[in-house]
């Protein structure tokens, strides 16, 4: 019943209810490339279980602009690395594109 009268105010503004496929509508949970990278990371720093989208949008924030940085012309570091989560894949993108630079981490704790 309020389904039909929230269609009826809808149209009544002038507008229409278009169902869409079931499909993922963020990058971040259909990039594949992201994904394979990011399930490598958890495991390798067992944070698995404690993943949500908020964090895995940052991460694939994180993981593209790491190709849109100039690495190479001064030395990396993150501030804040809990449990190296987003170090690891700062470093695993360093050791694949053979970059020479210097990874600085550092932690509050």
């Known amino acids: 019943m309020l389904k039909n009268k929230i269609r009826r105010i809808i149209n ?8 869409i496929n079931s499909q993922p509508g963020t990058l971040f949970q259909i990039d594949e490339w992201f994904n394979k990278r990011y399930s490598e ?16 949008e940052r991460h694939f924030v994180l993981n ?5 940085v100039n690495l190479n012309s001064g030395d990396v ?17 360093i050791k694949k594109q053979d970059i020479d630079v210097v990874f600085h981490i550092f932690d509050s704790f």
């Open 12 to 19: 009544a503004l002038g507008y229409d209810i278009h169902k």
């Open 41 to 56: 990371a958890q495991a390798q720093t067992g944070m698995a279980l404690t993943d949500n989208d908020l964090r895995r």
């Open 77 to 93: 570091c993150e501030a804040g690395c809990w449990q190296g989560l987003s170090a690891y894949q700062i470093a695993s993108f």
């Open 64 to 68: 593209y602009l790491l190709f849109n």
